[in-house]
């Protein structure tokens, strides 16, 4: 480990995708135990929030079926309320009870039987109750954090980071990804129907671009296939969109717009103003647009 | 409410085969090692890709360095086992992607236009960050596995 070093770049297979950390400081030993705390933290939004782990706050709530209250993280408690605040606002088109919807697509492993279903519109998921606690509104609902809880993990990974005297860095969780620090830092944004190119670019700093495509493993094939993204108002899958892409203060939020905006495409704008987001999508016929408050978004030329 | 502006996008086109890659060393086997066993005095070879690792005469795990190839990725990477044969730690060591070399080629980045006559665009700004449909980890996580049943089982 070099002494010297002022800026160093790791990645690990964390939340079912490869996670990146930029970081800049002065002391190369302090950069690589901050990565490591990093690291961890990620590690631990994925033990917590994730529908595979048995003993995560989301297994042991969806185990539990509303019947009685469950202790979670205060972590899992802050993405449960962001998942509220976005459910009411979009009208539905955010909802993290979509478990069920994605069981029986394949998408998640199966778990329950077929009577499990998707909570109303308008209808919570949960209910946050006092000390840390939580249950599902709806028994035979299964929710899901798949749509949030990456984000959350970029946002946590930075702010240990920064807690730990870096200087300025770039988290990137498979295309989720927050940019702090003082420099300015070019994104680039691939084009959804062809990840093999970029379709745009644009800068950030101290803000969070996440994305989302209908979805293809580019181990196998540079196709899109199937979408993994569901209405949550018809539990079938979004065909309309071929992705989308959100600039936000927070990744966290940035992770759920994409959702709102593949579901509502151009309605999405009121909720994007709501969290001081800007958005962009592609439809099926490979028309983008983007807000108009997005001003160095670039896209390439025709 | 915020209004939606269309952006120019050119149609989609197969990525030009013989492309140059995009790689990212992000730790050599070296760095790796020293950073997965600080302490470690000795990296015994078991065979071609995988060390007994001790430190002072005692056995504390095992280094295995591996790599998964699918259509588009090339992934190197490292798996550390503890004592007992449990994985503590994986760490990528190079990834290439058998496209993407574009981005850091000036000429192609000068295609990029700003919708607004202010465009803030750096020409030749180096995009080191890519957001974008998530990169499957399968072949990765089948990779782990199969170390942790070759290299794990003995790990005493």
């Known amino acids: ?302 | 409410m915020v209004e939606w502006v269309r952006l120019a996008v050119p149609a989609a086109i197969v990525a030009a085969i013989g492309s140059p890659s995009y790689a990212i060393q992000y730790l050599t086997v070296e760095q790796s090692r020293k950073l997965s066993f600080p302490s470690a005095t000795d990296f015994v070879p078991i065979d071609a890709q995988a060390w007994k690792v001790a430190s002072d005469g005692k056995t504390v795990g095992r280094y295995i360095v591996d790599h998964v190839i699918g259509k588009h990725l090339y992934i190197d990477y490292a798996v550390t086992l503890d004592a007992g044969g449990r994985v503590q730690r994986v760490d990528i060591l190079q990834y290439r992607e058998a496209y993407g070399g574009e981005v850091r080629d000036r000429s192609w980045l000068n295609q990029f236009v700003g919708k607004s006559s202010a465009s803030t665009l750096q020409v030749g700004v180096d995009i080191r960050n890519i957001s974008g449909a998530t990169l499957s980890c399968h072949h990765l996580t089948e990779g782990i596995k199969r170390i942790v049943n070759r290299y794990g089982k003995d790990g005493r």
Not at chain 1, 160 to 173: D, E, K, Q, T, Y
Not at chain 1, 175 to 187: I, K, N, R, T, Y
Request: overall charge neutral.
């Open chain 1, 1 to 302: 480990m070099e002494k010297t070093a002022d800026s160093i770049i790791r990645a690990r297979p964390l939340l079912g995708t490869l996670v990146e950390i930029t970081a800049r400081g002065t002391d190369g030993r302090q950069l690589e135990r901050a990565v490591d705390a990093a690291f961890a933290v990620v590690e631990c939004v994925h033990c917590l929030m994730s529908y595979h782990e048995p003993r995560s706050d989301v297994s042991r709530l969806n185990r539990a079926n509303g019947r009685a209250p469950v202790v979670i993280h205060e972590w899992t408690v802050a993405v449960l309320k962001a998942s509220i605040d976005l459910q009411r606002r979009s009208k539905g088109s955010f909802n993290i009870a979509v478990g069920a919807a994605l069981e029986r697509l394949g998408l998640l492993p199966s778990s329950i039987g077929p009577s499990a279903r998707i909570g109303a519109v308008g209808q919570g998921a949960v209910e946050l109750l006092p000390r840390n606690c939580a249950r599902l509104l709806v028994p035979g609902n299964r929710i899901d954090l798949g749509g949030i809880a990456k984000g959350f993990a970029v946002d946590q990974a930075a702010a240990v980071l920064r807690a730990s005297g870096v200087v300025g860095g770039v988290v990137n969780a498979g295309g989720d990804l927050f940019v702090f620090g003082p420099d300015e830092q070019a994104v680039g944004i691939r084009d959804p129907r062809n990840p093999a190119r970029l379709m745009a670019h644009t800068m950030l700093r101290e803000a969070a671009l996440a994305s989302t495509a209908l979805g293809f493993d580019p181990v196998a094939t540079d196709r899109p296939s199937h979408s993994s993204i569901i209405d949550p108002r018809s539990g079938e899958p979004v065909v309309a969109m071929s992705g989308a892409t959100v600039r936000a203060p927070s990744c966290m939020i940035a992770d759920a717009l994409t959702k709102i905006i593949m579901i509502g495409g151009r309605d999405a704008s009121e909720v994007l103003e709501h969290y001081g987001a800007s958005g962009l999508f592609m439809t099926r016929n490979g028309d983008v647009l983007a807000t108009a408050d997005w001003e160095d978004v670039h896209t390439l030329a025709a």
